[in-house]
């Protein structure tokens, strides 16, 4: 051993609770920015580095994201992209070492190539149960017992159902049937034909796809109905749950309404969806210049920017009153019916969204709704806040 390192250890037996103190300082730190890069490694700003185009498609995984329902409820890109618990986490970290490893040694076509053709697997609809049912998410959290919310690095780590579902106003989707504004059962179309998620849901997130294509796809098997139930194109009522409900003023909790100026005076869906016969189911304003004269595009169009406006800030708000709300909760607080407020207010806000129209199906209606859901953000946060 050289004279120098004797020197040390002799010095080290004599400090030797300082030297404990320090070891250990420099093992927590050595944790901390361990912790920290694994953390900022999963921040979508990290992907943006390698997926940083604008748009749909290809590139633009991250931008899309940023514009989806998802992005806005807090489901980031792991949520998805890596399975649930801590084996999942590591093994969605190693496929991170992979991306970097494949950037720096394949050409850029190759990279793209890759990114056009994602594997049918990539997501599978185990991950979507997980946080969409509650069967799904109780039988996968069985299997995996020992590996969940050891750490909690993600939001997916955190999702126990029935709770998270209803706090975040989702509905179960294999047992429930009204979903995002339509009457339909998820339990039977997809046990009776074995599909997945992405068979009607395709280009979630990151592809640009219409509604009129998701209609379509229902219109395949949808275009007779050989003595069965399933409804056929003209039979708009039965699918569109949240537009008759907006159309007729009914729907919301706690907030009455009544029918809009236009169904209530018997005008028919299709009287103004006149193109649907012919693949062409979204009218515009020029639809009201059918019964009306052409200032009536004003009145669409006010309403529609009027509704979007409110709608926007409501967005914005409601991540602060979820967020006040679980902070709450750490606190031990009471807040059992400051959450039933909150689900319903949500519940409320989600059906003015999935009618899809900015309030034009039912103007009066929506500002309603809109209303009362904004005054029950603002009962929640100052309850939470005068008890403080
Ligand atoms: C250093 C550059 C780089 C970073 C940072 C990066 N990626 Fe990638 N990613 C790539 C490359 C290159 C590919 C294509 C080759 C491959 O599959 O690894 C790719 C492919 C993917 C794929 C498709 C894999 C497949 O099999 O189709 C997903 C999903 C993905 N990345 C997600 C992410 C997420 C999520 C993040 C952030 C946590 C991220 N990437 C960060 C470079 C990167
Ligand atoms: C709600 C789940 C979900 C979230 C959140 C999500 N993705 Fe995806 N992602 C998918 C699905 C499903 C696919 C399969 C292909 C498809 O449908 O586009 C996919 C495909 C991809 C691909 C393969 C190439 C492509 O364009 O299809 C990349 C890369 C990717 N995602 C990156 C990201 C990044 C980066 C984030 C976060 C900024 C993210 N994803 C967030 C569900 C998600
Ligand atoms: C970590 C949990 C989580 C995972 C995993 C997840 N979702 Fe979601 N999803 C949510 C939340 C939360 C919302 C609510 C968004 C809101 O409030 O607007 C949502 C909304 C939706 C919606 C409603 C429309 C929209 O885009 O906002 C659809 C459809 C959907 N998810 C399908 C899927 C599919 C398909 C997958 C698998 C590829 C998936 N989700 C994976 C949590 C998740
Ligand atoms: C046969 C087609 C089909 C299949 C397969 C399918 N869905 Fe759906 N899903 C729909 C339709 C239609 C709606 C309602 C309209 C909309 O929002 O697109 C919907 C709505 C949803 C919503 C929105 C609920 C809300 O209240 O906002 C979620 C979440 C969802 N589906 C998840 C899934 C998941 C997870 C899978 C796979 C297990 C799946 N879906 C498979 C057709 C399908
Ligand atoms: C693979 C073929 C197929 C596809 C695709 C399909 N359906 Fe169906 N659907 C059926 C059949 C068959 C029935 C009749 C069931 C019966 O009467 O037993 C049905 C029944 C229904 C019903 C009536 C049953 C009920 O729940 O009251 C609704 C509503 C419905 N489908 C909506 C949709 C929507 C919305 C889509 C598109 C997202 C869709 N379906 C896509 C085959 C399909
Ligand atoms: C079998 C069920 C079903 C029937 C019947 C049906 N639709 Fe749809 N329609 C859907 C689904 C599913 C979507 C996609 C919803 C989504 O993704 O949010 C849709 C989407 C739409 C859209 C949005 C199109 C876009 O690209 O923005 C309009 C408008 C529409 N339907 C009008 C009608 C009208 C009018 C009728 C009656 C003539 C009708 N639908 C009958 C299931 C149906
Ligand atoms: C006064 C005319 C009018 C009546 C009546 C009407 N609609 Fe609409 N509907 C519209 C217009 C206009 C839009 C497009 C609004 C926009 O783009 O902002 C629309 C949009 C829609 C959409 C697309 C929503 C989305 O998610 O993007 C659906 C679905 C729909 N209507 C269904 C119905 C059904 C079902 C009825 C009957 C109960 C009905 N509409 C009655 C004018 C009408
Ligand atoms: C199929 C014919 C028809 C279409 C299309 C139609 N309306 Fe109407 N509208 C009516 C009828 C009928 C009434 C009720 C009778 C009345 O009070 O004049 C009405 C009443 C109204 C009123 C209240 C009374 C008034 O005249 O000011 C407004 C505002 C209105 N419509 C706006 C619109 C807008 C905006 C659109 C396009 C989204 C539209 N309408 C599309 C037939 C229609």
């Not at 068979?199 to 219109?219: A, E, P, W, Y």
């Not at 056929?232 to 706690?254: D, F, I, P």
């Not at 009455?256 to 209530?264: H, P």
């Not at 926007?312 to 009153?321: A, G, H, M, P, Y």
Request: with cysteine; net charge negative; proline share 3%.
């Amino acid at each position: 051993m050289g004279a120098n390192v004797k020197d040390f250890l002799g010095w080290c037996r004599r400090h030797l609770i300082l030297v404990t103190v320090m070891t250990l300082v420099a093992v927590a730190g050595f944790t901390y920015v361990n912790i920290q890069v694994l953390h900022m490694t999963s921040e979508p700003e990290f992907c943006h580095l390698c997926h940083p185009a604008k748009g749909f498609g290809a590139l633009a995984e991250v931008d899309s994201w940023e514009h989806s329902g998802h992005a806005e409820a807090g489901v980031s890109c792991l949520d998805c992209h890596g399975r649930p618990g801590v084996v999942g986490y590591v093994k969605a970290k190693l496929g991170g070492l992979k991306d970097v490893y494949m950037q720096l040694t394949i050409t850029p076509e190759e990279k793209i190539h890759i990114l056009e053709n994602p594997g049918a697997d990539l997501v599978p609809s185990e991950q979507c149960m997980f946080c969409h049912t509650d069967e799904g998410n109780a039988a996968y959290r069985k299997k995996h017992k020992y590996t969940m919310q050891v750490v909690e690095m993600r939001m997916l780590d955190s999702v126990i159902n029935p709770e998270f579902r209803m706090r975040k106003g989702l509905p179960d989707i294999m047992t429930d049937t009204f979903v995002g504004g339509t009457h339909f059962d998820h339990s039977f179309h997809i046990e009776s034909f074995e599909m997945e998620c992405n068979s009607c849901h395709f280009g979630l997130i990151h592809q640009v796809n219409t509604k009129s294509d998701r209609m379509n796809m229902c219109l395949t098997c949808h275009d007779e109905n050989e003595g069965s139930s399933a409804p056929l194109l003209s039979e708009c009522y039965t699918c569109h749950e949240a537009q008759v409900a907006m159309n007729t003023g009914l729907g919301a909790k706690g907030v009455a309404g009544e029918a809009s100026l236009m169904y209530g005076n018997g005008i028919t869906c299709e009287e103004c969806h006149i193109g649907a016969e012919d693949g062409q189911y979204r009218p515009t304003s020029e639809t009201c210049v059918n019964c009306h004269d052409s200032d009536y595009v004003e009145i669409f169009t006010d309403w529609a920017s009027e509704t979007k406006a409110q709608m926007k800030e409501l967005k914005l708000i409601r991540s602060e009153v979820e967020l006040l709300l679980k902070e709450a909760d750490k606190r031990k607080r009471t807040t059992t019916e400051a959450w039933a407020r909150y689900e319903k207010a949500l519940y409320n806000f989600r059906l003015v969204r999935n009618d899809g129209t900015n309030g034009v199906h039912n103007n009066e209606y929506a500002n309603a709704i809109l209303d009362s859901v904004a005054l029950d953000f603002r009962e929640i946060q100052k309850g939470l806040n005068e008890a403080w």
